[in-house]
DNA sequence: TCCAGTGACTTGCATTTTGCAAGTGATTAG
DNA sequence: CTAATCACTTGCAAAATGCAAGTCACTGGA
């Protein structure tokens, strides 16, 4: 038996996902990142008015679980550029879980990016329209 | 359309279903029921150690949204099996998308039930089913 | 009959986590 | 030199969590 990391809670696959995505803001901050928001103050900028202290929480909580990198895209006051890392990628699939559940048991409920446009075309992934920050200083 | 709900935070799918399950326990609490559990005794029992009242609150707040219903078993002590809505069933998908992402990316996990042989007759069935009287508050 | 025991919850706090607001440091615009 | 930004921090008050103990309605036993 080896990878004894003696779980918190069980070795339950679910409950140790929880543990680590398992509250009000993580996966939102997940969702920003997968459509493509970079930086602390555009992560802040979503319609669901994360608290600052929050975010800078999970961000922390986030990048220590593998989730998110964060590279310095400046210097001289250093900021940095969150980013998904594969681990992070894939937790896509259960936001589409709670998408396509939400979308089915919640009226109203919308997702954020094709907003309206409910065509048939499933305009999903909004290109990437933001100009290129200097980072390969 | 009855959708004049003001959401709470956003109308995004996502962000309206982690306000329903977003936190350390519901979900588990689905699993479980998904897995054939139904008396509170049964819930409590689980290896996560849901403390008691955290269970009475999150099987009230799952029932107010529709996603378990409880259905008197027994009448002199009055007591409740709870069982999950189509609604609820549903949640079976985010279930599972977790679970993948868990096993891929937190080393040591498990599906509970399809561990090794931990196969019992959990199945305990409150054979006596008499509805009669309907919960009041 | 009395009493310990059991299942299903409640209640009481102490601890932890939120969340709002305001503050800070570096740097740029005016 | 002052105002304004961005990206965070800090300070609490309020809410949520968790442990322990208590309650209620019975059951089985001495």
Chains 1, 2 share one sequence.
Not at 96 to 104: I, N, P, Q, Y
Request: glycine share 8%.
């Amino acid at each position: 038996m080896a990878a004894t990391k003696s779980f918190t809670r069980s070795p339950c696959a679910v409950a140790n996902s929880l543990d680590i995505v398992g509250d009000k803001w993580s996966l939102l901050v997940v969702r920003d990142l997968l459509h493509g928001k970079r930086t602390y103050g555009e992560l802040a900028d979503s319609p669901e008015r994360i608290p600052t202290n929050i975010l800078a929480d999970r961000l922390k909580r986030l990048e220590d679980a593998g989730i998110v990198t964060s590279t310095p895209y400046q210097q001289r006051p250093v900021r940095y550029a969150y980013t998904l890392t594969s681990k992070g990628k894939d937790l896509g699939d259960v936001l589409l879980a709670f998408v396509r559940w939400g979308k089915r048991h919640i009226p109203g409920t919308v997702v954020l990016g094709e907003a309206k446009a409910e065509g048939k075309r499933t305009t999903r992934k909004p290109a990437t329209r933001r100009a290129r920050r200097k980072r390969g200083s």
